[in-house]
Each structure stands twice: as C-alpha cells, then as structure tokens.
C-alpha cells in the first residue's frame, strides 16, 4: 500500500495513506472534513464514503434552499 490522492469531480479533497493494515483518509477540503482520519480498507471505499457524504450535505443544502435558508 502506498499513499493516494483522492479527487471527488476533479478536485482533490483528500490522501490515503498506509496504516498499520489499512488505509486513513486525511482531508484537504473542508467539505469532507468529517471523514478526516477515518480509515478504510480501500481507496475505492473512501471515494464511496466521501460520495456518500457529498450526497447527503448536497440533499440537505436543497432542503434548507427550498425552506428558504442560505448557507454561510
């Protein structure tokens, strides 16, 4: 296992490095700073997780949209 940059739409938000038997996320972008240092057995898994993330945070910015709420 080596380290890896992750990108999310072209964009890198992350790396993936070695530890012990699996890999940790380091986040670089505040929008998925929730998965900063968690640790997955895959590059593939922390793409899922963080499109997993993104899905859900742009769910809510349509909710708070349509309910007339801005976010800062």
Known sequence: MSKQVIEYGGEAVGV????Q???????VKYH???L???????ADEARAAIRHLL??????N??????????A
Do not use: E, N, Y
């Not at 993936?16 to 530890?19: G, T």
């Not at 900063?36 to 895959?42: L, M």
């Not at 899905?55 to 809510?60: I, T």
């Open 16 to 19: 993936v490095v070695p530890d």
């Open 21 to 27: 038997d699996r890999l940790k996320f380091l986040a």
């Open 32 to 34: 998925v700073w929730d």
């Open 36 to 42: 900063d240092k968690q640790h997955f057995r895959s």
């Open 55 to 60: 899905a859900g945070q742009s769910g809510q």
């Open 62 to 71: 349509q909710r708070h949209h349509a309910a007339g709420i801005t976010a």
